[in-house]
């Protein structure tokens, strides 16, 4: 069983998957306490696999057609990147905002994206074990 949770483990690692999508409610820049509690949820399952991080990447999105869309996108980001600072100590967090297209059905385009950047060498080695015998 110990060897099925680090072999899951790893391969959750390989996936390079580290990053999260926070939803906003339509025309708002505020976290609510749900989309708070996922956060931390979800940085508290990282953390656990790379307890030191490069660099955090957020970028704020809104739908190009929402009123005051730029402003808007770029709040979410500041909202984000705040939540992320209380939780985070010392790590970097570059913030950035975008439009999404108003044909996007992705959250609406109501949403922050937050992309983890472990260090290069924390992250497991994920390239095939070559089988003994077996030729290519």
Known sequence: ??????????TQACSRAFAIDLD??????TLEKSE??????????WRKEFP????VRVDGIAPANAKGAKA??????VETERALR??????PIHATSHLSSPSSTFKGGNYAAID????QADL?????????????
Do not use: N, Q, Y
């Open 1 to 10: 069983m110990l060897i099925g949770m680090l072999a899951a483990s790893t």
């Open 24 to 29: 906003f409610a339509p025309a708002s820049a």
């Open 36 to 45: 708070v509690v996922r956060l931390v949820g979800w940085l508290d399952r």
């Open 52 to 55: 030191r991080l490069e660099s």
């Open 72 to 77: 808007l996108a770029h709040r979410r980001a």
């Open 86 to 91: 209380m939780l985070l100590d010392e790590v």
């Open 116 to 119: 983890l950047v472990p260090f």
């Open 124 to 136: 497991p080695d994920c390239s095939p074990v070559p089988i003994p015998g077996f030729k290519r």
